[in-house]
């Protein structure tokens, strides 16, 4: 059964991976929680420049490399490595901008629209 809240181990898990993409892939411009009101499941959406240079399929790889390098309680199926052209990075187009910094307590954005975008539940760790 999907969470219909997420948990705070949830949330730094997501943190802490988030940290080691930075060391390992750089370019991440973008990092989120969001959930899926059709299918009730929360996906981390980590946006990186390296899925637009070298493609999905190898950024997954590094991707799953990172994950079996150390337990961070999530599984790559947790994780949607995404594009700068990735429908739902325009999600982070109507949030406030962090740059490059992690805000240390997600930006919770719940039932809202955010520009043409409705998002049921999220939660940012940035938005450049």
Same mark, same amino acid.
């Given at each position: 059964?999907?969470?219909?809240?997420? =948990?705070? #181990?949830? *949330?730094?898990? @997501?943190a802490e991976l988030l @940290?080691?993409?930075?060391?390992?892939?750089? $370019?991440?411009? &973008?990092?989120?929680?969001?959930?899926?009101?059709?299918?009730?499941?929360w996906r981390l959406v980590?946006?990186? @420049?390296?899925?637009?240079?070298?493609?999905?399929?190898?950024?997954?790889?590094?991707?799953?490399?990172?994950?079996? $390098?150390?337990?961070?309680?999530?599984? #790559?199926? $947790?994780?949607?490595?995404?594009?700068?052209?990735? #429908?739902?990075?325009? =999600?982070?187009?109507? =949030?406030?901008?962090?740059?490059? *910094?992690t805000l240390p307590i997600? *930006?919770?954005?719940?039932?809202?629209?955010? &520009?043409?975008?409705? =998002?049921?539940?999220?939660?940012?760790?940035?938005?450049?």
């Amino acid at each position: 059964m999907a969470e219909a809240t997420l =948990v705070d #181990p949830k *949330l730094k898990a @997501g943190a802490e991976l988030l @940290g080691a993409l930075d060391s390992a892939l750089g $370019d991440v411009f &973008g990092a989120f929680w969001y959930h899926d009101p059709e299918t009730e499941d929360w996906r981390l959406v980590i946006g990186s @420049g390296v899925v637009d240079h070298e493609g999905s399929t190898r950024a997954n790889q590094r991707l799953v490399a990172i994950m079996n $390098d150390r337990d961070f309680g999530l599984s #790559p199926l $947790d994780v949607l490595l995404v594009g700068r052209h990735h #429908p739902l990075v325009e =999600v982070l187009r109507g =949030v406030p901008k962090t740059g490059r *910094l992690t805000l240390p307590i997600p *930006l919770h954005v719940y039932r809202t629209m955010l &520009g043409t975008h409705y =998002v049921d539940d999220a939660y940012v760790y940035r938005s450049t």
